[in-house]
């Protein structure tokens, strides 16, 4: 991308819903206003991040009040929006009601649009994927509107903007295209597709509060305290990173996402708008390195999938904590799976495992853990990674 991407960095130190307006309200002035991204009359799907049903001050989902506030800016500019996801295991009424998504639609007059229709859409030129399934609901709508939530991950290291793109696929496939793309540069490459595919026009991120730790969905809230917002996902997910104390460019997913011209993520390429970039700067944010074994020394990929067992991280199960509800194993998309149930506890067969930490997004008890396999664990001891 040749031309520079804007960025707003607006505070917002609460979830109440007249702060959170006004964050919003300012940040997307700051872009040129809602005007710039919709027009009378037009249908807007807004997307946010709906992974599973937990309260909102879990911090799994994007907060019920950027929600409402953005709902009801379309609705101000005259758009008519609905608001949309594919859980990639839980059922979407669930998901709305407990995360309070579902509450905040109806108050800000919108429509809940489950995406369970889907549709085969050509990919755009250039892409590796000729084409892809998504939901009816995303090629019916006019404009795209993206709310990711800012978390860790453990196969992207970060979710934000690009990741985000990845619910406009159907639940189950999803669950195919880890197991067609299975490690992280691969993994990136389809992301790239996507989100070259799936143009959202502006992307809202949920920084509030994001989550650190073993995210998405079994990390701890971190409060950053700002809405960051922009048309380049790319250069939100950047920009958002640098505020954490990452380095985006050694991300396989922002990287690969900047090569392929989805976006900018060099510092050079981005205007900061609102606030001043160094004063909101937040230490402390814990995560870990990208998955692939490549990321913690320069190895390449066919090493790492030789050898995945002694480098690349690898999950463990918790029976302490385990409630045996046996979403892991449903959700694994292994051929052939790598768990199973037997005699009350997960089993994990690590030949069969791709390393997709699948499983760990989705139990709901926090009961999988990634632990570093031998090799990686010594290698990073010595030379204190
Ligand atoms: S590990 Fe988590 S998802 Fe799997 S059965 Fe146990 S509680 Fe459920
Ligand atoms: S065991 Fe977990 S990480 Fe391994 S393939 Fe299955 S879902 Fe993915």
């Not at 520079?4 to 206003?33: F, M, P, W």
């Not at 994927?129 to 800012?150: C, G, H, Q, R, W």
């Amino acid at each position: 991308m040749t031309t520079k991407s804007k960025v707003a960095l607006v505070r917002c130190n609460s979830y109440e819903i007249h702060h959170v307006t006004q964050a919003v309200t300012r940040a997307v002035d700051l872009l040129g206003g809602i005007n710039l991204f919709i027009m009378p009359g037009q249908k807007v799907l807004i997307k946010p991040n709906m992974l599973s049903p937990h309260p909102p001050e879990k911090a799994v989902t994007t907060h019920p009040a950027l929600v409402q506030a953005v709902a009801e800016l379309v609705k101000s500019s005259g758009g008519i929006p609905s608001v949309g996801d594919s859980p990639g295991f839980y059922k979407f009424s669930r998901v709305a009601e407990v995360s309070g998504i579902g509450e905040a639609v109806r108050k800000a007059g919108a429509r809940l649009v489950p995406f369970d229709r889907e549709q085969e859409i050509p990919t755009a030129a250039g892409c590796l994927m000729k084409s892809l399934v998504v939901a009816s609901e995303v090629t019916n709508a006019d404009v795209i509107i993206s709310l990711p939530k800012f978390k860790t991950h453990a196969l992207t290291c970060i979710t934000a903007a690009i990741k985000n793109l990845f619910g406009c696929m159907p639940g189950l496939k999803k669950a195919e295209m880890h197991f067609r793309f299975s490690d992280d540069n691969r993994f990136s490459h389809m992301l790239a597709d996507i989100a070259l595919s799936i143009p959202a026009r502006l992307h809202i991120l949920d920084a509030i509060v994001g989550m650190d730790g073993n995210g998405p969905g079994a990390g701890d809230p971190f409060r950053i305290g700002l809405v960051i917002a922009g048309a380049d996902p790319v250069a939100v997910d950047s920009t958002a990173c640098r505020i954490v104390g990452i380095d985006p460019l050694t991300l396989p997913m922002v990287r690969i996402a900047a090569e392929r011209g989805v976006g900018n993520a060099s510092e050079e390429r981005i205007e900061i708008v609102g606030e001043d970039f160094q004063k909101v700067r937040v230490p402390g944010f814990r995560y870990n390195p990208p998955a692939g074994a490549g990321r913690l020394l320069p190895i390449p990929d066919f090493f790492s999938l030789r050898f995945k067992n002694w480098i690349v991280r690898k999950p463990r199960f918790l029976r302490a904590i385990c409630t045996k509800c046996g979403a892991c194993v449903q959700i694994c998309p292994a051929r052939p799976k790598a768990l199973r149930m037997e005699k009350g506890r997960i089993v994990i067969d690590d030949r069969n495992c791709i390393r997709c930490y699948c499983c760990s997004e989705i139990c709901p008890s926090k009961a999988v853990r990634l632990t570093r396999g031998f090799g990686a664990a010594l290698l990073a001891r010595t030379l204190k990674l």
